[in-house]
């Protein structure tokens, strides 16, 4: 299951899932044409529950560590794969304080403990450099969000 992150305003989430999944489609869309460093989609990919396991031992709750990267309440599934989860603001302000908490290395040494358990130590080249980069994506688009004002809104696929 591939999972993406990116800020929603609250009239959005008001205005429902089909509404969501519209401007996700657009957002993600739009970020073709972009750099790197303007995205507005965090594309997390399959490596979504990797990062809550990093979060938590880089001394995430459960609850943030899952909020984080699942949302906090379910806005809709279409029945055929995709579901969408919005975290609340109040919410997204404790998430990017956890994120803002915790130094990058130690991110880094705990993604490594995560990998290593996953491949058995043998860590495939390139899999950490992406693991960073996801997670540097998502502290950003956390920055994005409470610049903003806004919820998170996370589309999982798959």
Not at 7 to 17: E, I, K, T, W
Not at 31 to 56: A, N, T
Request: aromatic share 10%; glycine share 8%.
């Amino acid at each position: 299951m591939k999972m993406a992150a990116f800020p929603v305003a609250p009239g959005d989430v008001q205005s429902g899932f089909q509404f969501v999944l519209t401007k996700f489609g657009s957002v993600e869309e739009a970020d073709l044409e972009r750099s790197e460093d303007e995205w507005e989609v965090c594309d997390l990919g399959e490596e979504w529950d990797i990062i809550r396991q990093v979060f938590l031992l880089a001394g995430g709750a459960d609850d943030i560590s899952d909020m984080a990267v699942e949302g906090d309440y379910v806005l809709g599934d279409d029945g055929a794969g995709t579901v969408c989860t919005i975290l609340d603001y109040v919410d997204v302000l404790r998430v990017r304080d956890f994120l803002g908490s915790v130094s990058h290395e130690s991110f880094l040494t705990h993604a490594v403990t995560v990998a290593s358990r996953l491949f058995s130590g043998e860590i495939p080249e390139g899999y950490l450099s992406d693991l960073d980069a996801r997670i540097s994506s998502l502290c950003v688009v956390y920055d994005r969000a409470v610049v903003s004002r806004e919820n998170m809104a996370f589309v999982f696929q798959g």
